[in-house]
């Protein structure tokens, strides 16, 4: 009785803690680059009437192989750039900053905020049969040990086999998506994985959903490949429901997606343009360095 009042307590002062957030205001989305592109397309088709502000981080890419100190210092940066865009929510459509930063900023903002790394894992937990998840990612999220701690707490009897996979975002910044080198590399990288009896393959960085299919050819049919993007974007249509923050879906807004990045615009936009369910007419260059 007494625990089920305290969590009544935690869970008022947790809404208390959002209570002035304006329903119609954008959903703040940021990545290292392009790679949060695949978790804003499944916010745009399963959240329609939801805006976004996206930040590219397209002068510091890749976040994958810095530490977790100077991710910490990239994304306070980016989530003050996005404070200032008015956002109601902040999701961190990246695996590396949400490994690294995510617990040290929830507890700064006066928004929600959410990673991707906890929808991955719980889909990952409910696919696998055999209990032998693999998960692949970039050196500083396969290094976190992040899916694993939240896998064996779903479940303790699942064995995580992780795999860093460097360069893969490097191929994905470059547009290679469908390319033979990017075959032989995967190849190398997932040979080690393919010997140890996985079925389910988290897919636990942003940019790898955009060579699914390269790593579905090297992987075979026979094992479940988890891209967190679209639990995520369920999750954050939960999140906001529960706080009676949902978009009133009323007033036409002329640009209801817009991106910025810290470098490169126009090559992020025709990226954007091959993506996204939705005409990209601008990326806007920003110094992040000023936040
Ligand atoms: N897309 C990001 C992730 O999910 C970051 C990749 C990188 O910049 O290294 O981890």
Redo the contacts with the bound molecule.
Sequence with gaps: MFLNDQHQTEQKNWRNRFIKIDRDAPIGVF???V??LTVAREIMRNLPSEKIVYFG?TAR?????KSKETIIRYSRQIIHFLREQQVKAIVI???????FALDAVKDELDIPVLG?IEAGARVAAEETHNKRVGVI??L??VGSGIHEAFLKHLDPEITVIGKAC?LF?PLVEEGWLHDPVTTEVASRYLQELKQQEIDTLIL?????PLIRSTIREVMGQNVRLVNPAYETALQLKALLAELDISSSGTGEEEFPYRFYVSDLADEFKDFANSILPYDVSMAKKIDIEKY
């Design positions: 990545d290292s680059g790679g949060g981080d890419v890749p976040y994958g192989s459509a990246c695996n590396t900053a949400s490994a991707v990612g970039t500083g999220t460097p975002v636990g960085c942003t940019h790898y």
